[in-house]
């Protein structure tokens, strides 16, 4: 289940199990949306991204779920492994790269073996 | 080099010191942001250049805080007088826009202590 952690609020999951993170934009004109990954101590990493004129994008094990209506994000992780323990944020960009990215609050996701 | 890298990775300095922290973005890139992390905290915004265009500060906190980026490439935060509530990650990215896959690549952050 979900609880506030230090200010995150945390996501606890079995190994195994698939996981949901959630995300509400804040920016109707946004057309890119990025999830990123950060392990303690280091920068953000790409997981994946989706374009405005997409609902749905497929990786390895995860998938970007996109919601314009109600300017929603989810990431779902299949069968996540203790690895996948980390901080998940959600970036928004509006014009095509030609201005800033803005990011969501993140959601700490613990992975239990 | 391969990545967005800053410099230094850890700095410690009295209240009251100026600061400055170094970025290299990935070759070629135009773009290049500078963000704050404080601890259990999400990335707040700071300052964003794109090539030679007028850079948006609209998230520098206080006008101790400067950026500047040489050259369109290496940019430099700086910030004066510091007080401890500055203490936080400081993290650079840089992309390069377009139709295509333009995420931010960040590098490893510099960790700045306040004292």
């Known amino acids: 289940g979900e609880s506030v952690g230090l200010h995150l609020p945390t996501l606890s999951v079995q190994e195994g199990d698939n996981s949901i993170i959630n995300c509400a934009y804040s920016?109707?004109?946004?057309?890119?949306f990025i999830w990123y990954k950060q392990e303690s101590g280091k920068g953000p990493q790409f997981i994946i991204d989706?374009?405005?004129?997409?609902d749905k994008r497929q990786g390895q094990r995860v998938t970007v779920l996109l919601n314009k209506t109600v300017k929603h994000l989810s990431l779902q992780i299949a069968a996540t492994q203790p690895g996948d323990s980390a901080v998940y944020f959600c970036?928004?960009?509006?014009?095509?790269?030609?201005?800033?990215?803005?990011f969501g609050k993140g959601t700490m996701l613990l992975v239990s073996p | 080099g391969a990545g967005v890298s800053q410099s230094p990775s850890n700095k410690v300095t009295e209240k009251g010191k100026d600061v400055e922290l170094r970025c290299d973005p990935i070759?070629?890139?135009?773009?290049l942001y500078w963000y704050r992390q404080s601890l259990g905290q999400g990335l707040e915004f700071l300052i964003y250049?794109?090539?030679?265009?007028?850079?948006?500060k609209s998230g520098l906190p206080s006008d101790r805080f400067s950026a500047e980026r040489t050259g369109g490439s290496v940019s430099t935060l700086t910030i004066q007088r510091t007080q401890q509530e500055d203490s936080a990650v400081y993290l650079c990215?840089?992309?390069?826009?377009?139709?295509?896959?333009?995420?931010?690549?960040f590098g490893q952050g510099t960790r700045l202590t306040v004292v």
């Open positions: 990215a840089s992309s390069f826009p377009g139709q295509g896959r333009t995420e931010a690549f």
């Open positions: 920016n109707s004109a946004s057309d890119y």
């Open positions: 989706i374009r405005s004129n997409m």
């Open positions: 970036a928004e960009r509006q014009n095509s790269g030609y201005s800033t990215l803005t």
């Open positions: 070759s070629g890139h135009t773009a």
């Open positions: 250049f794109q090539g030679n265009s007028a850079p948006d």
